[in-house]
Every structure is written in structure tokens, then in C-alpha cells.
């Protein structure tokens, strides 16, 4: 036991050099457009929490009926669900509510889209790879937290839509072999609609969610401060204040200092932010409650779907058929398909997802990114997911392909379930056998020598993780940050002085 715990104690001081002083104002960034996704993120959750403190002054997460004496005609004079009624008066009495209840919407729109490209970036340049795959593992918490917090959201307006769309996830709550009564009881207050379901989802959408969201931001910065940044491969030596830097020295970085250079375009990325939900939330219209009426416990909305981030999910539903349910012998355990398609497989992906950074491990530290075209297996990979959880996504609005299809969901379905396992396979496949073959320039090098052309600096072959042939075995990552005050972004990097990096000799 002992000797577990030290050795768990040296992978975490290897990446984090726990000893280590790192002082932040040091801290170089990388001046790479590609690397502000991030921070997009961490601004919209910034106007998340503002934009939630705001609804949160008018919402009552009640679903006690109350006349309505707003601004709707058609609801005036009605008894109506508090809920559902103080969601209309933020929309159409609260100065300004109707411009912020869509901001929070688009808000929460884009921290998803900005933490998957964000994601996706890290993943097809390897930047997962020792030393950062703690960060991987509490950006990919993240990404399910993100999702959690939003599917919360739908009950509160307590609308016929809102409603149905939650009951789902009870359905599926609910079909968990042998627990699941007793969680979906625990989660929603009973068996839903229950009074209790719209503050249990309140509590867990303004403060639980909130909380385990921050602290993983803050935990990602932590372990972000104390490592280096990655680094796009250099095009050569950099040079700078009179002073050269190897285009393979990974112990620096060259970029820009925290402060002011990096702030100051930090406070750019912020407004730009801001701008952009702005202009979301004046012309784009969201969820109109008005339109879909209270819960009606005996009626269904024409058209159910998720926003496009959960889709994926709901095309597990949609495609499995109702044939895989099965009865476990002896133990007389059900497994249903809601059971599969809601927790199984979304599980399976989240799972794949948290330990990806061991399987495609390594031993060394790696501080440079890496061009996704050297990496011929790691790239097809990404490529399936990304191909499979469109398709699903396809299957999610089964019934809007129909329409435009003329066919009916029937004959649809089992030709979306073909293309969800067919469809990565091949598109997998095919970026493999491509990239394999590929032998032209990629950044930080080329694939292989051939006609004259540069050869790797191992003299690796084409099939392999080519970028370990711009590595050298024994580099560290327990240097300084250098930066570069001087350096514009966009313009070519220039190495100088450190300005307040440090080195460990």
C-alpha cells in the first residue's frame, strides 16, 4: 500500500513538480489564436453566473398555481404554475429580462461549442500527452458537468415542452437495473411531475452544478499555472534581445508575458465575447414559453428535442431498437433499451473520453503540439468520434429527416443505425490509409525522407506517432516560461530574456 501511494505520489509530483515555486506574473502564453477557445469559455461562464444571479431575482421555482395578471392575453385571469408564470414576467414585464434570459441561453450555447472545439484542439495535437493528462481528465469533467447543468435548466419554466423534455431523463433515471426507482426519486422528488421537481432541479441548477463547474476552473487553472503551456513547433531558431533559441528547445516557452500582454488581449477576447452574445441574444429569439403553454400532464409537444450538444444521446434512443431489452436469468433483472441508449452508451463515450490520455500515453514529457497529420492512428480516431456523435446526432431529429426525406422514421432509422457503425469506420479508416500514406510537409517537420525531402530527426517511419521524431528522450518540462514582450500575436515568435520565467537547473 505504501509503495502505491509513493508511486502515485511521483506520477502527480511528475507533472505537477509539487515543490516547485511558480510565480504566475512570469507565465509565458503561446501567441496562438487556436489557444483563446479557453478563455471563450471561461467568459461565458463568467456571464452565465451574472446574467443566473439576475433570473434568479424573479424566478420562483414553484409549482403552485397563481393567476397570471401579466402582459400574455391569452393567459390573463388563468391559475398557471408559479413557475411557469414568473419565467413569463422576466420575458415580457422585467425591464431587460427578455434581452438576459437569452444571453444566459446563448451563453450557455457557446461555453459547450467553445469547450469542444477547445477539447478537440487539445486532442489532435496530442496535447493531452504527459505531462497534462490531469487536465484532460478535469477538462473532459467539465464537458459532463457543462451538460448536467444545462439538461437542469430545462425543467425550471415548468412549460409543456420543459416538461416533456425532463421527463426523459427520468425515463431514463428510472430504468437503472435494480437502483433506479430510488435515484430518479432521489433526483427529480418523487415520480415526476412531483411539486418537488422544480426546486430539486433549481437547487441543482443555480448551486450544485455551479460549484462543481467553478471548482473544476479553478482546478484547470491551478494545474495550468504550474505547468508550461504547449507550443506550436517553431518554423527555426527564434531570436530576440540579442539572445537565440533553438527551434527544438522545448525547456522555454515564447510567447507572452500574463501581464500586461496576455491580459490585454484576455480583456479584447472578453469583449468580443460579449459582443457576440449580445448580438445573439438581440436577434436571435429562444425558448418561447408563451408559444408552448404550462405542463399539461396529458399532452405531448409535436416535436421533442434536445439542444444539439445532448442530440447525440437522444439518438441512442431513437435508433435502439426495442428487441435489445432483456431479462437477466436467475436474477430477474431488467435491462431496458432506454437503460442502454441513455446511460450505457453515453458512458461508454464519457469513459473513452476520461482515460483516453492512457491509451495513448507516454513516458517522456512532450511540450510541443503536434500536427495532426503526423498522427496517423490518433487522427482516425478522432475522426470516427467525431463522425459517429454526428450521425447519432442525425438520429436525434429522426423526424425532421423524415420530413425533409419524405420518408417515414421507420425506414430512416435502420439506415442511420448502418451509418452510425459503418460511418466511423470508414471515415476512420480512410483518414488512416490516408494519413499513412501521406509524405508531404506537416508543422515541426516531415513525415519521411523521400525525393530530396527533409528526413525526421530519429529517421522515423511513415505509421508511427511521427511528432515522437521531433522529440529527443530525457527533456523536462520543469523549466521557465520565456516570453516575449515584444511579440504581437499573429507576427512570428521571437525569443528573449526571460521576463519574470523561471528555470530549474
Known amino acids: 500500500m505504501a509503495d502505491r501511494l509513493r508511486r502515485a505520489y511521483r506520477w502527480v509530483d511528475d507533472r505537477l513538480d509539487i515543490d516547485r515555486e511558480v510565480p504566475f506574473m512570469g507565465k509565458a502564453f503561446p501567441a496562438e489564436d487556436s489557444y483563446l477557445l479557453g478563455e471563450v469559455a471561461l467568459f461565458c461562464f463568467l456571464v452565465l453566473v451574472l446574467t443566473g444571479m439576475f433570473l434568479g431575482f424573479f424566478f420562483e421555482p414553484s409549482t403552485s398555481d397563481v393567476e397570471y395578471e401579466g402582459s400574455v392575453a391569452e393567459y390573463q385571469g388563468e391559475e398557471l404554475p408559479e413557475a411557469f408564470v414568473s419565467v413569463l414576467n422576466i420575458t415580457y414585464e422585467v425591464p431587460y429580462g427578455m434581452f438576459l434570459r437569452r444571453m444566459h441561453h446563448w451563453a450557455a450555447h457557446l461555453f459547450v461549442a467553445s469547450l ?74 418523487g415520480e415526476y411531475p412531483s411539486s418537488a421537481t422544480v426546486p430539486r432541479f433549481y437547487f441543482i441548477h443555480v448551486f450544485l452544478l455551479p460549484v462543481v463547474i467553478a ?64 448580438l445573439l441574444a438581440g436577434f436571435l429569439p429562444v425558448h418561447n414559453v408563451a408559444e408552448y403553454g404550462p405542463n399539461d400532464p396529458a399532452g405531448t409537444p409535436e416535436l421533442i428535442m434536445p439542444d444539439w450538444f445532448l442530440m447525440w444521446v437522444f439518438g441512442f434512443l431513437k435508433l435502439l ?11 430477474d433483472i431488467h435491462v431496458s433499451t432506454e437503460f442502454i441508449g441513455g446511460m450505457v ?83 476512420g479508416g480512410v483518414t488512416y490509409l490516408v494519413l499513412d500514406r501521406y ?39 520543469d523549466a521557465d516560461d520565456r516570453t516575449d514582450p515584444t511579440d504581437d500575436r499573429g507576427g512570428a515568435a521571437v525569443g528573449d530574456e526571460p521576463t519574470g520565467g523561471e528555470r530549474d537547473e
Open 321 to 331: 431498437p426495442s428487441w435489445m431489452s432483456f431479462t437477466v436469468p436467475v436474477l
Open 116 to 189: 469542444s472545439l477547445h477539447m478537440l484542439r487539445v486532442f489532435f495535437t496530442g496535447a493531452y500527452q504527459n505531462p497534462r493528462e490531469p487536465n484532460w481528465v478535469v477538462g473532459a469533467g467539465l464537458a459532463v458537468a457543462s451538460m448536467f447543468a444545462a439538461y437542469t435548466g430545462y425543467a425550471l419554466p415548468f412549460d409543456e415542452f420543459a416538461s416533456t423534455a425532463t421527463g426523459i431523463g427520468y425515463s431514463i433515471a428510472n430504468s437503472i437495473p435494480v437502483v433506479g426507482n430510488v435515484f430518479a426519486r432521489m433526483v427529480f422528488g
Open 215 to 278: 471548482g473544476l476552473i479553478a482546478v484547470h487553472m491551478a494545474i495550468l499555472i504550474r505547468q508550461k503551456h504547449t507550443e506550436a513547433p517553431r518554423d527555426g531558431d527564434v531570436v530576440g534581445d540579442g539572445q537565440r533559441i533553438d527551434r527544438e528547445d522545448d525547456d522555454v516557452v515564447v510567447g507572452l508575458p500574463a501581464f500586461p500582454n496576455q491580459a490585454a488581449i484576455s480583456a479584447v477576447v472578453f469583449f468580443l465575447t460579449m459582443g457576440t452574445l449580445s
Open 345 to 427: 452508451l453515453p458512458g461508454i463515450v464519457f469513459g473513452l473520453m476520461f482515460v483516453w490520455p492512457f491509451i495513448d500515453s507516454r513516458d517522456e514529457p512532450r511540450h510541443f503540439t503536434v500536427d495532426p497529420l503526423a498522427r496517423p492512428w490518433q487522427t482516425a480516431v478522432g475522426v470516427a468520434g467525431v463522425v459517429f456523435i454526428m450521425i447519432t446526432s442525425i438520429a436525434g431529429m429522426n423526424t425532421i429527416a423524415a420530413d425533409i426525406t419524405g420518408l417515414s422514421t421507420g425506414t430512416i432509422n435502420p439506415i442511420l443505425s448502418v451509418a452510425s457503425i459503418l460511418g466511423p469506420l470508414i471515415a
Open 439 to 477: 509524405d508531404g510537409p506537416y508543422y515541426g517537420g516531415r513525415p519521411a525522407a523521400a525525393d530530396g525531402g527533409e528526413e525526421p530527426p530519429d529517421g522515423s517511419e511513415a505509421g508511427d506517432d511521427r511528432a515522437d521524431a521531433g522529440d529527443e528522450a530525457g527533456r523536462t518540462n
